[in-house]
T-cell receptor, first 119, second 114 residues
Framework: AQKVTQAQTEISVVEKEDVTLDCVYE???????LFWYKQPPSGELVFLIR??????QNEISGRYSWNFQKSTSSFNFTITASQVVDSAVYFC????????????????FGTGTQLKVEL | DGGITQSPKYLFRKEGQNVTLSCEQN?????MYWYRQDPGQGLRLIYY???????QKGDIAEGYSVSREKKESFPLTVTSAQKNPTAFYLC?????????????FGEGSRLTVL
């Protein structure tokens, strides 16, 4: 069975600090996809990134960066120079690749990390 | 604008009543999903549908029912059999077969049982 663990329930930082959100996953699939979503107070989940299991290159997008390490089954998310607008709940998620009988594109979510960025 | 519309945003229900949450998408996506979110538990899959007139149970389907008569619509009924229905409900969609890309989410419906 797939499982995603986000051990950090809540993180508080002061604006401009860097912050890393941890994500550890478990799967028996050799091909899978990992995601990060942001949930602002409005409630809607916003897609941030998708990585497939064959691509371990780190990715940077503006102030966001992601570190995927298959050896430790981790997919951590770093926000550099955090801002108040980054305050949200962040979810890491795992998906089996393609259509699997009866499975579809089901995402398994972690429990989320509440990030609070204060002035 | 393309997207997913959920209604109502807030809903109050008395115990023993069935309620239906609406989810409409104009993204031309084949697949649609219902998730339930509880504090500290992340998102859990209730039902999903890969194509019109077909749907599958997710991890916590008991006490819920769905229909998929149109591609654009995937309503969720919370029945009186659902023991603890107070939660935040999120509808999502994705392109469909062969896609391993992201889900697109609505803004959610918050159900409170009085």
């Amino acid at each position: 069975a797939q499982k995603v663990t986000q051990a950090q329930t809540e993180i508080s930082v002061v604006e401009k600090e860097d912050v890393t959100l941890d994500c550890v996953y478990e799967t028996r699939d050799t091909t899978y996809y990992l995601f990060w979503y942001k949930q602002p107070p409005s409630g809607e989940l916003v897609f941030l990134i998708r990585r497939n299991s064959f691509d371990e290159q780190n990715e940077i997008s503006g102030r966001y960066s992601w570190n995927f390490q298959k050896s430790t089954s981790s997919f951590n998310f770093t926000i550099t120079a955090s801002q108040v607008v980054d305050s949200a709940v962040y979810f890491c998620a795992l998906s089996e690749a393609g259509w699997v009988t009866g499975g579809g594109n089901k995402l398994t979510f972690g429990t989320g990390t509440q990030l609070k960025v204060e002035l | 604008d393309g997207g997913i519309t959920q209604s109502p945003k807030y809903l109050f229900r008395k115990e023993g009543q069935n309620v239906t949450l609406s989810c409409e998408q104009n993204l031309n996506h084949d697949a649609m999903y219902w998730y339930r979110q509880d504090p500290g538990q992340g998102l859990r899959l209730i039902y999903y549908s890969q194509i019109v007139n077909d749907f599958q149970k997710g991890d916590i389907a008991e006490g819920y029912s769905v229909s998929r008569e149109k591609k654009e619509s995937f309503p969720l009924t919370v029945t009186s059999a659902q023991k603890n229905p107070t939660a935040f409900y999120l509808c999502a969609s994705s392109i469909g077969r062969g896609n391993t890309g992201e889900l697109f989410f609505g803004e959610g419906s918050r159900l409170t049982v009085l």
